[in-house]
């Protein structure tokens, strides 16, 4: 997910929490006074209060093998300049649980104009699906697309990739990822986000083998 936009595995510093429940339903809320620690003096700028500030919130209802969830994102630019513009994201997301299969989908609309992060954050809209299937209880496997259309220029994407997971033990996981991209004309999406690069036009493919242990 971090390939196709950060912010999906994002975190804030400086950041207050809420999470409240109501029966099937799940309020949250987040406000970051500086998201980035290496923001200059902790995004503290005295009359300057929207300098680095991030805001969220989000809705969840869950009932059995159903959940939904909304969320709403503003992140403002770092510096004095920059702290009117801001990027802002809406998110729909479901699932459905049928015995060991999983079926997710979701749409995102990514809104822009801090220059600094135009490039790692383009404005975007993006619709996704994917399988999740427990094949045994060691050994999992996942299947997602994602399509992306870029809306400054006339550029699209499709990311798809396969994961497998395998429980070595409870601390303990082997794990392989492949993903390939496809870029149209004007396109430029990598297949491992912002830690490599792609030519415009070009597809990519990424495999990936590891083993992950909890301490």
Not at 57 to 65: A, C, H, L, N, S
Not at 77 to 87: C, F, H, L, Y
Request: neutral net charge; glycine residues 10%.
């Amino acid at each position: 997910m971090s390939a196709q936009d950060a912010q999906f595995v994002g975190r804030a510093d400086n950041a207050l929490s809420y999470l409240g429940h109501a029966g099937p339903f799940e309020l949250n809320a987040l406000y970051s006074f500086g998201y980035d620690s290496t923001i200059a003096n902790g995004a503290q700028v005295p009359g300057e209060f929207r300098v680095g500030k991030q805001f969220d919130m989000g809705g969840r209802y869950r009932q059995g093998p159903f959940n939904l969830t909304l969320v709403y994102e503003q992140r403002q630019g770092t510096s004095v300049a920059s702290s009117g513009d801001s990027e802002r994201r809406y998110l729909a997301g479901g699932s459905w649980a049928i015995g060991n299969a999983t079926l997710y989908a979701g749409y995102e609309v990514l809104l822009n104009d801090i220059a600094a992060t135009l490039a790692a954050s383009p404005p975007q809209t993006m619709a996704f699906g994917g399988l999740r299937y427990k094949i045994t209880p060691a050994f999992h496997v996942s299947a997602a697309s994602y399509y992306h259309a870029f809306r400054k220029v006339s550029a699209h994407a499709i990311s798809s990739g396969v994961n497998a997971d395998y429980l070595l033990s409870k601390r303990t996981t082997l794990y392989t990822d492949v993903t390939y991209v496809i870029n149209s004309a004007k396109s430029a999406l990598s297949a491992t986000g912002s830690t490599t690069s792609v030519a415009t036009g070009a597809n990519q493919l990424a495999v990936v083998v590891g083993i992950v242990h909890a301490f």
